[in-house]
């Protein structure tokens, strides 16, 4: 490939609409039990409970 079609490609990919990974949902009950994204807080909550599990009372 040359300068020209690779530049005319990239133009062409940059260009496209990025596919949006949100759904609408028309059913509550799929709603409420969606997984969410992992945040900072449920890392430090799996961490947490993971080590709680390690330690004996």
Known sequence: MNEKQIQALI?????????QDVRP??????EATKREAPSEEADQRKQFFSEMKRREF
């Open 11 to 19: 133009k062409k990919i940059q260009s496209k609409p990025k596919k």
């Open 25 to 30: 949902t028309y059913d509550p009950t799929l």
